[in-house]
């Protein structure tokens, strides 16, 4: 590539923005990092060149719509590496719930003109559609883990991906456990880490917007919700909710309310 630097591109699909706010949140390292990089295209910050070629292309958002398809067939072609940010991105997000109603029934009851709205029938994670090299999950990702990625994708080398329990940690940064000191239904024990144990250091509940860790046992998960009084509808919300496009949680989710 032609640039002195290397050329970063951060790309929007469909989403709230959350992770690139998480990203432009990041202040003082944002303008280290940009001294770092040629930021070529980042429509909320300001540059705006959606087919230039980069070093890294940065994807928040999922495949909702025909379009969305063509532009990250599009992007893909255009950079080297690929990193998706956030739930939306790596495993469709919220918006992922339509894909178990009826989406066209959905849109007749929502659009007051339902003709002119070309959404897919399914909200999709990026790893659908073209080869990720990199994926950072999270609702919204977290910012520290953004800049390290990007710092160590410089270097050239592959970030380690974190996807040990938010359990682990609680016990690293000895924070009280909110299921057992206070039956709250914590989703620590089946979702990955990366936030640092944000909700439980405040007292309350894991709600999984991290995603399944490795290895989740989402069926003991299930059990021991149960056993706090949840009734298997509640349950399978629990799954079924930020990432339910994420394969362990959907299919816990649907046995849960399957079971029901
Ligand atoms: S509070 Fe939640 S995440 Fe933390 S140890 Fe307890 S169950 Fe695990
Ligand atoms: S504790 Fe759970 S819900 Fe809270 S930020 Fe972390 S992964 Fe998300």
Not at 16 to 41: K, R, W, Y
């Amino acid at each position: 590539m032609s640039h002195n630097k290397p050329a970063i591109a951060v790309h929007k699909f469909s989403s709230c923005d959350g992770c690139q706010l998480a990203l432009l949140n990041l202040g003082e390292s944002l303008l280290t990092l940009s001294s770092m990089v040629d930021i070529l295209h980042f429509a909320e910050a300001g540059p705006v060149d959606e087919n230039a070629k980069v070093d890294i292309a940065i994807i928040e958002g999922s495949i909702s719509t025909t379009d969305d398809i063509e532009r990250i067939n599009r992007i893909r072609e255009n950079s080297t590496l690929v990193m998706t940010i956030g739930a939306c991105a790596t495993a469709g997000g919220l918006q992922a719930l339509r894909n178990m109603a009826n989406t066209q029934q959905w849109i007749a009851d929502i659009y007051a003109n339902p003709a002119v709205i070309k959404s897919l029938e399914k909200s999709t994670a990026i790893k659908k559609h073209i080869k990720v090299d990199l994926e950072l999950w999270g609702c919204p990702v977290s910012s520290r883990q953004i800049v390290s990625a990007i710092r160590a994708l410089l270097f050239g080398v592959l970030p380690e991906e974190q996807n040990d329990k938010v359990c682990m940690e609680c016990k690293r940064r000895q924070i009280v456990c909110v299921m057992v000191a206070k039956n709250e239904p914590c989703m620590g024990p089946v979702t990955r880490t990366g936030c640092g144990a944000l909700c439980p250091s405040v007292g309350r509940d894991c709600y999984g917007c991290y995603g399944p860790a490795e290895n989740p046992n989402t069926q003991a998960m299930a059990n021991r919700l149960e056993g706090l009084g949840l009734v298997k509808d509640e349950v399978a919300r629990r799954f079924l909710f930020i990432n339910s496009g994420a394969e362990a949680f959907h299919r816990q989710g649907v046995r849960s309310r399957e079971a029901e």
